[in-house]
């Protein structure tokens, strides 16, 4: 069975483009999509993602929340935690939620496929 990447992001432009560029990248894996921190957790409790790339602000429930509360159902998910503000301000509140990077995403292109690669090794450890 493929390994799963679950891209979270409440901009649907963001997340298609990553989605697509992280397919291309890694096309052993199945990418899926959640726009929300809620949906994020429903789809984790039936796909199991190996890798969340998830965004910390999000409509309703944070990213910080959603990646406790996936981190609880699913503790073998390794996450990267991103925003678009200064990521420095939320890297002690991820970290304790679980999430093993954090990533500006004026960053995305310079560092995110290096990340997932780390992440999607770790996870098959």
């Known amino acids: 069975m493929p390994r799963t990447i679950l ?29 929300s921190g809620e949906e994020a957790i429903a789809l984790s409790s039936t796909e199991f993602p190996d890798v969340v790339l998830m965004d910390i602000k ?10 406790r509360q996936i981190r609880a159902r699913c503790p073998a998910s390794r996450f990267i935690v991103m925003s678009q503000h200064d990521i420095s301000q939320f890297v002690r509140s991820a970290e304790e939620a679980g999430a093993h990077a954090c990533l500006a ?11 997932i690669k780390v992440q999607l090794e770790q996870a098959a450890t």
């Open 7 to 35: 891209i979270v992001d409440d901009h649907e432009a963001l997340r298609r483009a990553l989605h697509s560029w992280v397919a291309a990248s890694f096309p052993d894996c199945r990418c899926i999509e959640a726009a």
């Open 105 to 115: 995403k004026q960053d995305i292109y310079a560092r995110l496929l290096p990340m």
């Open 58 to 67: 999000l409509p309703g429930i944070n990213g910080i929340d959603a990646a």
